[in-house]
Structures are given as structure tokens and as C-alpha cells.
């Protein structure tokens, strides 16, 4: 008996679709990461960092929030977070991912709906599996289909709260929510709005607050905002009405009987927010970058909407994207293949995404080098 042959054969299956995935070291020029503002290598966390550990900030938590594993360097982060991004109270969880997952598997509730955007990350759809409360996706930005789901819902003797999940900026597409439309739905219908901030915090926003502005301050309005990417570490922090803190605290296994995240890590966290407010020329330059890039690749076959540091360039067969990415690599830019299931089948595609890891000459270069990868693989 070969135990292993169901793994075997669905990997072959993926390998014969173009879409068996492996790990690889990053080379070249940074068109991959999510290292929006370059602080991830930054000499400035680094000096943090180095300080923090001399000066005797553990390394590591030692044990749950609940159980020995809460610091004064998580409470001073949640609590600058709360200040800083206008809410009454933040948690900080160990990734996105773990936020999102606890977030939709705690507070909606029997009874209630969550009604999340198409294009939603996949944390929310394993939060919502484990929650108790129904959910259904609605298509992308539409708001006029997401009212339409609410009042069938309502009408079909739904008496529960409704929950509205998206992001503010999607990261595979690079387009942005109508956050607006959004909330005046929310506070139309008495529900809660749930905006996912991973791809535009520290980048849009003053002092890089995110896409939200004056609608993360609601009663009704919960931000996740992850101290990766743009911020440089690792973690997801949460900013919500105190009661549910408070209920999160109590409820949320995904914090109850998890190693809390590293001291270290949440100081790194509340020093990169704060440095990125008083340097403004961050994200100047990047909106340099991004300016740039929207004139070189003004005629490739961007998504619609596109209005970000996330350029796709949509390709729809999975073996052509990884064709063309590879040939890129090839040529010392660090640029990746995206495939279902990630994205809808039928549009694989190349996600170039912009950092101030790279030069303005860097983004001319690598716009030359896909126009050139492009026509062979279309002569091909």
C-alpha cells in the first residue's frame, strides 16, 4: 500500500496544470515582496532592534497573553495603536492571517450574516468556517448587489447582525474599495463593517494610517492593519470598540492558546508606526515609484481599477505567466507568477509590486525587460 498516493497523485495534477507551487530564495530585484517601504532590511529597525535586545526586551514571550505571556511592550503597542489610528482599543495577534481567522471565527454570531466581498482574503474564509454565523460572498465592489444581499436576507426573516467584510485595497489586483459607499450601507443597515488595511497601511493615509481616514474611528467599524509588509515585522493588529477587545480576550482561541508574539516584535511594530508618521518622504517616494510605473506599463493588460503600488499584469494562462516570470528572473528581476487558486482561473498572471527596494532606473529596466518576454512568449 502506497499511504502517500493521494498526495502524489494531486501534486502530479498540479504539476501537470502549471500550477504546483515550490519555495524559493529570493534573488534580484525586489518586484515580489510586499516590503512596500523598504524597512524590512531597514538600518533604522535594525538599530531598534539591536537597542531594544541590549537594553533587555525579551526575544521571546514565554507563554499566551492570558498565561504569563503578556508584556509591557504588547500593551504599549496596542495602546500607541489605538492613539495613533483613532479607536478606542487594539489587540495585536501574531500575523494577519491569525487576526482575520480569530476575528470572523469569534464575533459574529449564531444567527447573524457575514457578507464578504469576491476577492477576500483567505484568512477571512477559514475564520468564517469556523464561526457560527452564515456567510455568502457578493461580487466585487458591487455595493448595489451587497445592499440587494441584505435586504433579501432581512426580508427572508434574517434578524441577526450583518457583517460586511473587504479589503481597502485588493492585493492580487491593486484596485481599492468604495469604503464610503461602504460604510454609509453599514450605518444604513445597522451593521458591522470589517475593512481589511494589509496592503495600504504605512502607505496611503496621513502618517500612513491606511485608505480608511475618518471611518476607522465608528463604532461599527473594525481595521485590521498587519506589521508586515509596508510596516517591515510581522503581526496583525486589530482596532476596535473596547467591548470587543474585551470579548476577544475571553473568546478568541487563536489568541487563548497561542504563544503570544515576541516582545520584540511588538516594539519593532509601534517604533515602525511611529517612524513612518514623522518620515513623510516615504511615502512620497513610493508614490514616485508608483507614478513612474503607471506611465511605463500604461498599454500592458492591467486589471480594472488598478490605482496602487500593485501593478497586475493579467496573462490568463497559468503556463504563460510562469513562463514569462521565470524569463524575468532570469534577467535579475524578482518577479512571480500568480495562479489559481489564488486568483479566478483564467487569470494567472504576473503581480509586480513596487517597494523603495528598488531604483526608478530599476522600474525603466524592468518594463523594457517584460515588453521584450511578452513578445516571445506570444511568438512562442
Same mark, same amino acid.
Given at each position: 500500500?502506497?499511504?502517500?498516493?493521494?498526495?502524489?497523485?494531486?501534486?502530479?495534477?498540479?504539476?501537470?496544470?502549471?500550477?504546483?507551487?515550490?519555495?524559493?530564495?529570493? +534573488?534580484?530585484?525586489?518586484? @515580489?515582496?510586499?516590503?512596500?517601504?523598504?524597512?524590512?532590511?531597514?538600518?533604522?529597525?535594525?538599530?531598534?532592534?539591536?537597542?531594544?535586545?541590549?537594553?533587555?526586551?525579551?526575544?521571546?514571550?514565554?507563554?499566551?497573553?492570558?498565561?504569563?505571556?503578556?508584556?509591557?511592550?504588547?500593551?504599549?503597542?496596542?495602546?500607541?495603536?489605538?492613539?495613533?489610528?483613532?479607536?478606542?482599543? @487594539?489587540?495585536?495577534?501574531?500575523?494577519? &492571517?491569525?487576526?482575520?481567522?480569530? /476575528? =470572523?471565527?469569534?464575533?459574529?454570531?449564531?444567527?447573524?450574516?457575514?457578507?464578504?466581498?469576491?476577492?477576500?482574503?483567505?484568512?477571512?474564509?477559514?475564520?468564517?468556517?469556523?464561526?457560527?454565523?452564515?456567510?455568502?460572498? &457578493?461580487?466585487?465592489?458591487?455595493?448595489?448587489?451587497?445592499?440587494?444581499?441584505?435586504?433579501?436576507?432581512?426580508?427572508?426573516?434574517?434578524?441577526?447582525?450583518?457583517?460586511?467584510?473587504?479589503?481597502?485595497?485588493?492585493?492580487?489586483?491593486?484596485?481599492?474599495?468604495? /469604503?464610503?459607499?461602504?460604510?454609509?450601507?453599514?450605518?444604513?443597515?445597522?451593521?458591522?463593517?470589517?475593512?481589511?488595511?494589509?496592503?495600504?497601511?504605512?502607505?496611503?493615509?496621513?502618517?500612513?494610517?491606511?485608505?480608511?481616514?475618518?471611518?476607522?474611528?465608528?463604532?461599527?467599524?473594525?481595521?485590521?492593519? +498587519?506589521?508586515?509588509?509596508?510596516?517591515?515585522?510581522?503581526?496583525?493588529?486589530?482596532?476596535?470598540?473596547?467591548?470587543?477587545?474585551?470579548? =476577544?480576550?475571553?473568546?478568541?482561541?487563536?489568541?487563548?492558546? @497561542?504563544?503570544?508574539?515576541?516582545?520584540?516584535?511588538?516594539?519593532?511594530?509601534?517604533?515602525?508606526?511611529?517612524?513612518?508618521?514623522?518620515?513623510?518622504?516615504?511615502?512620497?517616494?513610493?508614490?514616485?515609484?508608483?507614478?513612474?510605473?503607471? $506611465?511605463? =506599463?500604461?498599454?500592458?493588460?492591467?486589471?480594472?481599477?488598478?490605482? $496602487?503600488?500593485?501593478?497586475?499584469?493579467?496573462?490568463?494562462?497559468?503556463?504563460?505567466?510562469?513562463?514569462?516570470?521565470?524569463?524575468?528572473?532570469?534577467?535579475? =528581476?524578482?518577479?512571480?507568477?500568480?495562479?489559481?487558486?489564488?486568483?479566478?482561473?483564467?487569470?494567472?498572471?504576473?503581480?509586480? !509590486?513596487?517597494?523603495?527596494?528598488?531604483?526608478?532606473?530599476?522600474?525603466?529596466?524592468? !518594463?523594457?525587460?517584460?515588453?521584450?518576454?511578452? +513578445?516571445?512568449?506570444?511568438?512562442?
Amino acid at each position: 500500500m502506497d499511504r502517500f498516493k493521494p498526495y502524489r497523485d494531486q501534486l502530479a495534477a498540479l504539476e501537470k496544470a502549471g500550477r504546483k507551487r515550490q519555495l524559493s530564495v529570493p +534573488t534580484g530585484k525586489d518586484f @515580489s515582496s510586499n516590503d512596500y517601504l523598504g524597512l524590512a532590511r531597514s538600518p533604522f529597525l535594525k538599530e531598534v532592534a539591536q537597542t531594544a535586545i541590549a537594553n533587555g526586551i525579551a526575544h521571546g514571550s514565554g507563554g499566551s497573553r492570558l498565561l504569563g505571556g503578556n508584556h509591557p511592550e504588547h500593551e504599549a503597542l496596542e495602546d500607541f495603536a489605538a492613539a495613533h489610528y483613532g479607536a478606542e482599543a @487594539s489587540l495585536f495577534f501574531g500575523s494577519g &492571517f491569525a487576526a482575520n481567522t480569530a /476575528l =470572523f471565527a469569534t464575533l459574529p454570531q449564531t444567527g447573524d450574516l457575514v457578507l464578504h466581498d469576491a476577492l477576500i482574503h483567505a484568512s477571512v474564509h477559514d475564520g468564517m468556517k469556523l464561526g457560527r454565523a452564515g456567510f455568502r460572498a &457578493f461580487p466585487h465592489n458591487d455595493c448595489n448587489a451587497l445592499e440587494q444581499a441584505i435586504e433579501t436576507w432581512r426580508a427572508s426573516g434574517g434578524t441577526g447582525t450583518v457583517w460586511i467584510a473587504v479589503e481597502s485595497l485588493y492585493s492580487m489586483d491593486g484596485d481599492r474599495a468604495p /469604503l464610503a459607499d461602504l460604510a454609509q450601507i453599514a450605518d444604513a443597515h445597522d451593521a458591522m463593517l470589517v475593512i481589511d488595511e494589509a496592503h495600504a497601511v504605512g502607505i496611503f493615509g496621513e502618517g500612513g494610517t491606511g485608505l480608511s481616514g475618518d471611518i476607522g474611528r465608528r463604532e461599527n467599524v473594525i481595521i485590521l492593519r +498587519t506589521c508586515g509588509k509596508a510596516l517591515g515585522g510581522e503581526g496583525g493588529l486589530l482596532t476596535m470598540a473596547k467591548i470587543l477587545r474585551e470579548f =476577544f480576550i475571553n473568546r478568541a482561541r487563536p489568541l487563548i492558546f @497561542s504563544t503570544a508574539p515576541s516582545p520584540l516584535t511588538a516594539h519593532l511594530a509601534q517604533q515602525a508606526i511611529a517612524h513612518i508618521a514623522d518620515n513623510p518622504s516615504l511615502q512620497a517616494g513610493l508614490a514616485n515609484h508608483i507614478a513612474l510605473a503607471r $506611465s511605463c =506599463f500604461a498599454d500592458l493588460r492591467l486589471s480594472d481599477g488598478q490605482d $496602487s503600488q500593485i501593478f497586475p499584469v493579467i496573462l490568463g494562462e497559468d503556463r504563460l505567466a510562469v513562463a514569462v516570470a521565470q524569463r524575468l528572473q532570469g534577467q535579475g =528581476f524578482d518577479v512571480r507568477a500568480i495562479r489559481p487558486p489564488t486568483v479566478p482561473a483564467g487569470t494567472a498572471r504576473l503581480r509586480l !509590486s513596487l517597494t523603495l527596494n528598488v531604483t526608478q532606473d530599476d522600474i525603466r529596466d524592468l !518594463s523594457a525587460a517584460l515588453r521584450e518576454a511578452l +513578445t516571445l512568449a506570444e511568438a512562442a
